[in-house]
């Protein structure tokens, strides 16, 4: 599986869910640096975009994974992005036939098969490197660096805030795929081992002990409301979780746009407070019926009456207040590190807009950052000493820029280099999510091995 830099990496992709999908739009962005060879998913739709896009004949095209490994496609590599339960088998098939693996987070779901991937890893004449993307943004990189330098002096402590949209939250863990920890994985670790990474890595020494809480109190069940959203609900009016507006019509996240700086919140706030007004402008219009992200995730058929069938049969038109969900809507952790540092941990649900906040105080001076609309941080120290301030762009693909500097580092991985996100030092943030787990169930401090 030896590739040359005279010829772009041969790919074959497991999972064509958004996540892969979003990868392969890079391959399609970088020309000459990788090819897709094969896919494997179980939704025809799918595998019919992606082959259309990257011109793959139907034999290059699988229903399951395990078919288009024994297939005999010539390839370099594979990403694997399927759901998270799913991710054991392939990595290890993958590994052991001397595959690279990029592995999209969560590893997988519990230890065991976390271990098992290791070791499949360790063994392989491949590389494995885990999606955990948020390392490669320039953001962070930057606070590693200050971090690193000592320019803060001794650190002692940070505060870490994932702060995830309503819209988003209600999507993803109240109606969607990761709405039961039992079916998926448990919130912490779907949504925040991203996080945990991050702490673990700017912190210094090992993490020790965790303490943890969570809650959920809003999405409960309520046998009054109907099953499904429906005018014969009393709040269908005035409800903003009501379904056609979140998925046919966009409106959380047009609200979301007006939020943003220049064009982009100037349209926001035209398409959403003039509806009327915006369906009729010729810019406008082609979005007054929604269609990307998360409308995108719930049907490939993304006409009005796609989206209206979707919402009839599917999990995403369902009352919010009447689905199998499981997952607290907020979560609290304290993290003690050997080096006698803590850092304080908080995932909620109810963001008025999507990011992350940060601060880190050490002996001689703070920091703070933000992650989400803006990319910024500052830094002040106690002599008074000039502040500085640092500001990124946002990049095109996903996590604000951070998916496509993923894919370039794993680029670089297949020429030969060391990944940044090896498997030895990602699982380190599943076992503290693990632990976060334990110590809410137990209500008790939990030490780490």
Not at 184 to 205: E, N, R, T, V, Y
Request: charged share 25%; net charge negative; aromatic share 10%.
């Amino acid at each position: 599986m030896s590739n040359t830099d005279l010829k772009p990496y041969r790919i074959m992709l497991a999972g064509a869910g958004d996540r892969g999908q979003g990868y392969m739009k890079w391959i399609r962005q970088n020309p000459g640096s990788m090819e897709l060879t094969a896919l494997a998913d179980p939704i025809p739709s799918r595998r019919e975009i992606l082959s259309d896009k990257h011109k793959l004949p139907e034999s290059q095209c699988f229903e399951d994974w395990k078919d288009m490994l024994t297939a005999g496609i010539e390839a370099d590599a594979v990403i694997i992005s399927t759901q998270d339960n799913q991710h054991l088998e392939p990595a290890q098939a993958f590994l052991e036939k001397g595959y690279h693996v990029l592995l999209e987070k969560p590893m997988a779901v519990d230890i065991d098969s976390i271990k098992k991937i290791q070791k499949a890893a360790e063994k392989s004449e491949g590389t494995l490197t885990v999606c955990h993307v948020l390392r490669y943004d320039p953001l962070f990189r930057k606070i590693k660096d200050i971090c690193d330098s000592g320019s803060l002096g001794k650190i002692q402590s940070m505060y870490h805030a994932e702060n995830v949209s309503w819209y988003h939250y209600v999507h993803s863990y109240v109606r969607g795929n990761w709405r039961n920890s039992k079916e998926s994985s448990p919130l912490i670790l779907a949504k925040s081992c991203h996080d945990l990474d991050l702490i673990q890595w700017m912190m210094p020494g090992n993490a020790a002990s965790i303490l943890s809480t969570a809650q959920r109190s809003v999405f409960v069940e309520n046998l009054d409301r109907p099953e499904r959203c429906s005018p014969s609900c009393p709040e269908y009016s005035s409800c903003k979780f009501e379904a056609e507006k979140t998925y046919l019509y966009g409106r959380s996240m047009k609200l979301a746009l007006s939020r943003l700086p220049g064009l982009f919140g100037l349209a926001g706030k035209v398409m959403y407070h003039y509806p009327d007004l915006s369906r009729n402008l010729p810019i406008l219009k082609k979005y007054h019926f929604w269609k990307d992200w998360p409308t995108s995730t719930i049907s490939d058929d993304l006409s009005p009456g796609g989206v209206r069938k979707a919402l009839e049969t599917g999990p995403y038109g369902r009352c919010v207040y009447r689905c199998d969900n499981d997952q607290p809507e907020h979560w609290e952790s304290i993290i003690e590190f050997d080096s006698g540092a803590s850092a304080v941990f908080r995932l909620h649900g109810m963001s008025r807009e999507e990011g992350r906040t940060l601060r880190i105080d050490g002996t001689e001076g703070t920091l703070d950052a933000k992650f989400g609309n803006t990319h910024e941080l500052s830094l002040t120290f106690h002599d008074g000493s000039p502040s500085e301030a640092y500001s990124f762009d946002s990049g095109a693909l996903g996590h604000s820029g951070a998916d496509s500097a993923l894919m370039d580092d794993w680029f670089n991985v297949l020429k030969g280099s060391d990944p940044q996100s090896p498997a030895s030092v990602s699982a380190l943030s599943h076992y503290m999510a693990f632990a976060a787990c334990e110590a809410w169930e137990t209500g008790k401090k939990v030490s780490f091995e």
